[in-house]
């Protein structure tokens, strides 16, 4: 990840505020930061520098299943608001995967917080941190999105509730208590999440941040993945014009052309289509061709997360194509059936991740 700058240029990242190999100082906080996939697949967060008091509605292609973002006084939660639901999500995670037992109160030192997210941990830092627990209890969603094989049919918050369990006498919280939704509790107990690279807290603009949350939903570990510039409108919960969204698209391309700056999937241009490539994706061997050609029922991954739990699915299939390239074997007649005895015999030999 390129972090160069040339003369007079300013690097698209933001600075790293901490040192390297020191992301979380407590035992569970040194799992990879991880969102879940429900608010990564849907525009639940402004990507909006001001204030943005839009209620947001949308639908599938069935109309069967629907989405509503209402904002408080506050606002919607934004895109940097989510850093506390990724941070609350990692600790959950790394606590499962340690075989602890989780509820979906999370008590975490506001400091350890900051430093994780790659926010400044000075004044400004701890305000924002609590205008942002705000706007996440504020901001209210009424779905009937499925979350953990659980069809939620109501009004709830992002979270239930936070409390400032210790505060220095300066007022600057120290230790905070944070309650999720069900609806995100749920998720986490279900595994549907995702490891998101730790370059997107360094991200500067909203835009880029819900842009790359979507590639990573999308794309995964596939070489590529195209979306028709409206539908990635839609999906960011942009208020612009089309116009206006194609140019800040096209910037991100740019600068992403100049210095790599993306997380894991380069962004191109393509008329009015992005196209997204996986820069980790290796070229196909010779005789990879069948793996390559293979195509999985949607419905398989829930299975698989069951089967490897723990495990980041999309990664256990990258690692299942090229075990069958690398060793030249045909495309299997069941493919579902043989991806899921893969994941399973890597759960036996190797435990939790």
């Not at 919607?76 to 600790?91: E, G």
């Not at 790394?94 to 602890?100: L, T, V």
């Not at 979306?227 to 096209?250: M, N």
Request: glycine share 6%.
């Amino acid at each position: 990840m390129c972090d160069t700058t040339k003369d007079g240029d300013r690097s698209p990242l933001l600075p790293d505020r901490q040192e390297q190999g020191d992301f979380f100082v407590c035992d569970i906080f040194d799992a990879a930061p991880k969102g879940d996939m429900a608010s990564m697949a849907h525009p639940i967060f402004s990507i909006s520098t001001k204030p943005d008091h839009r209620v947001r509605r949308y639908e599938d292609g069935t109309g069967r299943n629907y989405l509503e973002v209402k904002p408080s006084s506050d606002g919607l939660a934004t895109i940097h608001d989510r850093d506390v639901l990724i941070y609350c999500i990692s600790q959950i995670m790394a606590a499962i995967n340690k075989g602890q037992k989780v509820s979906k109160v999370v008590r975490l030192k506001a400091f350890d917080l900051l430093r994780a997210t790659n926010r400044p941990s000075d004044g400004r830092g701890y305000s924002g941190l609590r205008s942002a627990l705000a706007r996440l209890q504020g901001t209210q969603i009424e779905t009937n999105i499925v979350t953990g094989d659980v069809e939620q049919l109501d009004i709830f918050s992002i979270i239930d509730r936070a409390r400032i369990v210790r505060e220095t006498r300066g007022g600057r919280m120290q230790e905070i208590e944070v309650q999720l939704s069900d609806w995100v509790f749920n998720a986490i107990q279900a595994h549907e999440v995702l490891t998101l690279h730790r370059n997107y807290f360094r991200l500067r603009k909203p835009l880029e941040r819900r842009i790359y949350e979507i590639a990573r939903k999308h794309c995964g570990s596939k070489k590529e993945w195209k979306i028709k510039l409206s539908a990635l409108q839609g999906k960011c919960g942009s208020a612009s014009t089309s116009r206006e969204f194609k140019r800040l698209v096209g910037n991100i391309v740019t600068q992403d052309q100049t210095y790599s700056h993306m997380p894991d999937y380069a962004v191109q241009l393509d008329d009015n289509m992005v196209v997204f490539v996986n820069r980790h994706a290796k070229k196909p061997l010779a005789s990879a061709a069948p793996s390559g050609a293979i195509r999985l029922n949607p419905d398989v991954y829930q299975e698989a997360r069951k089967a490897a739990q723990g495990w980041d699915i999309y990664t256990l299939e990258q690692e299942w194509r090229e075990w069958m390239a690398d060793g030249g074997l045909d495309a299997p007649a069941d493919a579902d059936k043989a991806f899921l005895g893969f994941c399973r015999k890597v759960f036996e030999k190797r435990g939790k991740p």
